[in-house]
């Protein structure tokens, strides 16, 4: 006899709780399952065998028990699948690999400046992306795809970029990438990607502002632990507040004073000739002048952080390129924002770093491919 739908829906939703539980807690046994889950043990035992057939999980080692048999924990089988993350921002493309927990096993930044009307930069990309696969020394067909991440808004079925302000890309198809690259494609818009690497793992990461600090500026909502895009998939595009309304830099949206146009990194980079490590290696070092662009750099973001905590009281996360650097930093950060204190509650209770440091934007792209995977089992 056939399964009812709600029956497959139920089973399916069993199978996601126990791999979810597994993957947030790097390994379980079938009774930490059982007390954790809630659901019966012949169910835990149906749902451990799906997931082993299906090679996502493995015995990951026993756990003594002076009462019986020792405990067979299950972990997730991080070697079993790849997927390849990759960010294309203003000057450079970064590509990432990650394993099956997300965890990312290699990454290459190359400078090249975005143009994708140019077969030239659309051909390298390829390139690229082929490299890093072989780089993970495993069979291409074990790859699950690859994410690929813009600033710009994606459609709804992942199949056209709707807003290419800054290269003039609107209406670019993700067939274009993929008559470059081998295998499954998908795009995805940067600061959904990197905000959703936030959550993957996290979650009791309920409510928080992923703030995208790049080239050019983002953010992502997180909203009852999932990310929200708004009546038409634009929530979170603070790098168009206005800061500046009168006299400001023109963005590239054609409007002045945006967020955009004073906390873009290029803003600091352009002190050590593009590179961003170079830059904060100076400020650790003590260097006057990038002390300085660093200290005029936060007098910009701090009341733009306020101001996301006035409209939202939620936690902040400092993401993108900056969110990298981020940690070593946050006490900089916090100090300026405290300055703009209403309510006398100290920023860095509500103020973090990015909990991925490599590469979030492009890693994000990757774990997205495999929660779409892990979904699917």
């Known amino acids: 006899m056939s399964k009812t739908g709600s029956e497959v829906e139920s089973r399916s939703e069993n199978i996601q709780a126990v791999l979810r539980y597994i993957l947030n807690h790097d390994g379980a046994t079938k009774q930490e399952l059982f007390v954790h889950l809630g659901l019966s043990l012949p169910t835990i035992k149906q749902c451990l065998s799906r997931l082993l057939s299906a090679g996502v999980i493995e015995p990951a080692g026993k756990i003594s028990n002076t009462g019986g048999r020792s405990a067979v924990t299950f972990g997730i089988a991080p070697g079993y699948r790849y997927a390849i993350g990759v960010f294309l921002s203003t000057n450079h493309i970064t590509i990432v690999s990650t394993d099956l927990k997300g965890d990312v096993t290699g990454t290459e930044r190359v400078r090249r400046k975005m143009d994708l009307q ?27 795809g690859v994410g690929i991440t813009l600033p710009s808004l994606i459609s709804d079925d992942g199949e056209r970029i709707l807003h290419g302000f800054i290269h003039d890309f609107t209406g670019i198809s993700r067939s274009t990438f993929a008559q470059y690259i ?34 050019t500026i983002g953010s992502c909502v997180i909203s009852g632990g999932s990310v929200y895009s708004g009546d038409n998939g634009r929530s979170g595009e603070f790098g168009h507040l206005i800061m500046h309304p009168r006299g400001g830099r023109k963005c590239y949206c054609g409007r002045s004073g945006c967020l955009n146009t004073v906390c873009n990194t290029g803003i600091l980079d352009s ?11 100076l400020v650790d070092e003590g260097d006057k002048g990038a002390a300085k662009l660093w200290d005029s750099y936060l007098e910009e973001l701090a009341p733009a952080i306020h101001n996301l905590r006035m409209m939202h009281d939620c936690s902040i996360i400092i993401g993108g390129y900056i969110g990298a650097y981020a940690g070593r930093h946050i006490c900089d950060i916090c100090r300026k924002v405290d300055e703009y204190s209403v309510f006398t509650e100290n920023s860095s209770e509500y103020i973090y770093p990015c909990r991925y440091q490599i590469e979030a934007t492009a890693a994000g792209a990757a774990i997205l491919l495999i929660d779409r995977y892990f979904r699917g089992l």
């Open 118 to 144: 140019d077969p030239a930069y659309l051909k390298k990309l390829g390139e690229l992306v082929g490299e890093m696969k072989v780089r993970t020394g495993q069979e291409p067909d074990r790859c699950l």
């Open 182 to 215: 081998a295998g499954p494609v998908s795009l995805f818009h940067d600061s959904y990607a990197a905000g959703f690497s936030e959550i993957w793992r996290t979650p009791e990461l309920k409510n928080a502002i992923y703030l995208n600090l790049n080239n």
């Open 271 to 281: 002190y050590t000739n593009g590179s961003l490590p170079d830059f904060f290696r």
